[in-house]
């Protein structure tokens, strides 16, 4: 079964930075492009950031210069670097493939940032 978790999320201040990882099953990893989305309160999810299985990325322009999106074969795991993070940075941050069709989306990791 396909799975997708999530974790690294927390409370940080705005300026500061987080790491996020997706444990993905490695059916999915090794033969897809990934992405980390994000969901705000009262809003859509969006697609933050994208990698291809050859390591070329992606990114949404209001995270363009402050997160990196890496991935490491070796442990099926995608992270999302996020540094100086904005109170609009506040969110739900998933991963999954990054085209459709997406797979079950795992719980997401909350990151919240004060100002």
């Known amino acids: 079964q396909v799975q997708l978790v999530e974790s690294g999320g927390g409370l940080v201040q705005a300026?500061?930075?987080?790491?996020?990882?997706?444990?993905?099953?490695?059916?999915?990893f090794s033969a897809n492009a990934m992405g980390w989305y994000r969901q705000a309160p009262g809003k859509q999810r969006e697609l933050v950031a994208a990698i291809t299985?050859?390591?070329?990325?992606?990114?949404?322009?209001?995270?363009?210069g402050r997160f990196t999106i890496s991935r490491d074969s070796t442990k099926n795991t995608v992270y999302l670097q996020m540094n100086s993070l904005k109170p609009e940075?506040?969110?739900?941050?998933?991963?999954?493939?990054?085209?459709?069709?997406?797979?079950?989306?795992g719980q997401g990791t909350q990151v919240t940032v004060s100002s």
């Open 53 to 64: 299985r050859g390591g070329a990325t992606t990114y949404a322009g209001s995270v363009e």
């Open 15 to 28: 300026g500061g930075s987080l790491r996020l990882s997706c444990a993905a099953s490695g059916s999915i």
């Open 89 to 105: 940075d506040t969110a739900v941050y998933y991963c999954n493939v990054a085209a459709l069709p997406f797979h079950p989306w």
